[in-house]
Structures are given as structure tokens and as C-alpha cells.
């Protein structure tokens, strides 16, 4: 059993950054993959970033490439998304997931493990 919790979220002006955290109970947590989704109000969940077990491989969203950074601290059961350049389009709630799986998944269906989400908001 994994539990999740996300902190950092925040309100920014256009163009700024934030940086949320996701801190993970579970001795099993550097085998997993770890990812995160974001859903605006109205519209679907949708996949942001994801990591795999080991941090050698990364997977983005096209709309966060290039602006957000996925990292992750197995010693500190921490997972990190560093937000850049951020647009009021990114405004949502962010969610960290763990995949119980070492490889990298967009999917969020193959995700069996979820924070409570923290929420972002972008003023223009």
C-alpha cells in the first residue's frame, strides 16, 4: 500500500513557477513509476509527467514539454514537478500517481495509487 500526499500548489501570476512536492509512504515506493495528471474544472483528467523507477526515463505531456520538470528523490520517498513559464491554461488540480510498474505509463488507468491533489491556479 502506497499513500500519496501533494503539497506546493498555489496561485501564480503568468509566467512564473511553482514546484509541487508528493511525498509517498511504502518501503516499495523507488519500484514504482510515478507520474502526474492534472484535471481543470469541466474537462477530463489529463496525463502531465511521469517517471520511471530508477529516474532514467521521463515521459511529457506536449503541452507541459519544455516547461515542466518531473524529478523524484527515492531516499526521501519524494516525488517533485517543477513548473515553469506557467500559463493560466495550466490551471488545475495536480495529482501525483504511482504505478506499480518500473516503466513510464501516460495512462492513467494503470495507475493504482493517487494523492488527494493540490491545486494550481494561474492568474493572466
Known amino acids: 500500500q502506497v499513500q500519496l500526499v501533494e503539497s506546493g500548489g498555489g496561485l501564480v501570476q503568468a ?9 509517498a ?10 507520474g502526474w495528471f492534472r484535471q481543470a474544472p469541466g ?5 502531465a509527467a511521469a517517471m520511471s523507477w530508477s529516474a532514467g526515463s ?3 505531456a506536449d503541452s507541459v514539454k519544455g516547461r515542466f ?15 515553469n513559464s506557467l500559463k493560466p491554461e495550466d490551471t488545475a488540480v495536480y495529482y501525483c ?3 506499480t510498474s518500473r516503466f513510464v ?9 493517487w494523492g488527494q491533489g493540490t491545486q494550481v491556479t494561474v492568474s493572466s
Open 43 to 47: 474537462k477530463e483528467r489529463e496525463f
Open 25 to 34: 509512504s511504502g518501503r516499495t515506493f523507488s519500484s514504482y513509476a510515478m
Open 15 to 23: 509566467g512564473g513557477s511553482l514546484r509541487l512536492t508528493c511525498a
Open 97 to 99: 500517481a504511482a504505478r
Open 105 to 113: 505509463s501516460g495512462r492513467g488507468a494503470e495507475y493504482a495509487y
Open 58 to 60: 521521463t515521459y511529457y
Open 69 to 83: 520538470t518531473i524529478s523524484r528523490d527515492n531516499a526521501k520517498n519524494t516525488v517533485y514537478l517543477q513548473m
